[in-house]
């Protein structure tokens, strides 16, 4: 079974909330990357957060490598959360979100 592509992942990754602003990780422009590894069935997420003392990470964490655990053809995952960029909703954000956020 072949592992999903990047494409895939993240668009499976738009089902992902952030709890606070209700608002997909992707959008927000939390996803700073995803890696795969076709030999090893093995996908790499990288995860920013809206903030360093986000109280939410873990739960954010947890529901990003669940979502990609669950799609076909990865047999692991990984998510590392970074904060390196930190997280600016103005030059991240898709303008979906911005204007959800009321950043003009």
């Known amino acids: 079974m072949a592992l999903p592509t990047e494409t895939q992942i ?16 992707v ?21 920013g957060l809206t903030s360093p ?3 939410y990470a873990p739960e954010l964490q947890r529901q990003v490598e669940e979502t990609v655990a669950k ?3 990865v047999q692991t995952s990984a ?8 997280w600016d909703p103005r030059t991240m954000a898709s303008d979906e979100a911005k204007d959800m956020l009321g950043i003009f």
């Open 53 to 55: 003392a986000c109280p």
């Open 27 to 47: 959008n927000l422009g939390l996803i700073y990357g995803v890696n795969r590894d076709e030999k090893k069935n093995h996908v790499h997420v990288q995860l």
């Open 79 to 86: 998510v590392e959360i970074t904060l390196s960029p930190p």
């Open 71 to 73: 799609m076909e053809g």
């Open 10 to 25: 993240i668009d499976n990754l738009k089902n992902v909330l952030d709890p606070e602003l209700h608002i997909d990780v």
